[in-house]
């Protein structure tokens, strides 16, 4: 049998350096494209915990699609960034901060005309943004619980399509589809070995190869955590709060 040949990526340190909260931090005084480009793309990737929270505040389906494209219109178009601390400078707080202020004080549901303009922002799936929302909820989860979950729910798949997309450009598609039963650490519904001769690998080498994916997989949530902090020691710590949301 063919042995797992891994060739693995090199994660480096260096990755602080070009992040996208870190340049939009970089660029909080003088608003510049590539600021401007990265806030678009951060939220972009992590609208759906918004959506989440501005849900369980009770605003429905329509209102709250309406109301996220709406923040999202001020976000981008106006200078959100002058008030933001170096020190507390994570995406999630201040997205969090920005969208309680944008529901407090500045919406007005008369003006429903005028949201964002009629021009759209940011691509929203509603459909599948509410589908997500009725399995996520309960009614024990405040808001802030909710989105910090849903946060870390969509980092983690965004860790694994970071881990596929590599798998794929490597011509590894297939050993990525067989192994990835075993990325939770939970039991999977099949064994090494009826993995292996699905591969045609060796138990030993379906073993070695699914160390190495896990490895892999928790090195691509740092980088994902990482581009939402504005330093590599806050990594640590936002994973923990966010993994600890989802106990007690």
């Known amino acids: 049998m063919q042995e797992e040949q891994e060739q693995r990526p090199i994660a480096g340190a260096k990755c602080f350096a070009t992040t996208h909260w870190s340049v939009v931090l970089a660029a909080r ?55 933001v601390q170096q020190e507390r400078g994570k995406f999630r707080w201040f997205l969090l901060a920005a969208l309680k202020r944008f529901l407090v004080n500045e919406w007005n549901r008369q003006n429903a005309a005028k949201r964002g303009g009629g021009q759209v922002l940011i691509s929203l799936d509603a459909t599948a943004a509410e589908n997500r929302f009725h399995l996520e909820a309960s009614d024990g989860v405040t808001p802030e619980k909710l989105f910090d979950q849903s946060w870390a729910v969509n980092l983690l798949e965004a860790a694994q399509e970071q881990l596929r997309h590599e798998y794929d450009l490597g011509g590894r598609s297939a050993t990525f589809e067989g192994l990835k039963i075993f990325l939770s650490g939970d ?11 699905a591969l ?10 699914v160390h190495r994916l896990r490895q ?12 939402t902090v504005s330093t590599p020691g806050e990594v640590d710590e936002e994973i923990r709060h966010l993994f600890a949301v989802f106990s007690g």
Do not use: M, N
């Open 216 to 227: 892999r997989y928790r090195e691509c949530l740092r980088e994902q955590v990482g581009q």
């Open 187 to 197: 039991e999977a519904a099949l064994t090494y070995a009826e993995t292996g001769k």
């Open 200 to 209: 045609g690998l060796s138990e030993g080498a379906v073993k070695v190869a």
């Open 29 to 83: 005084d003088v608003r510049s494209p590539e600021a401007e480009d990265a806030l678009a793309q951060l939220c972009s990737c992590y609208w759906y915990p918004l959506y989440a929270y501005v849900r369980r505040r009770g605003h429905g389906p329509p209102d709250a699609e309406d109301l996220i494209q709406e923040f999202f219109s001020r976000l981008l178009q106006k200078d959100f960034l002058r008030g």
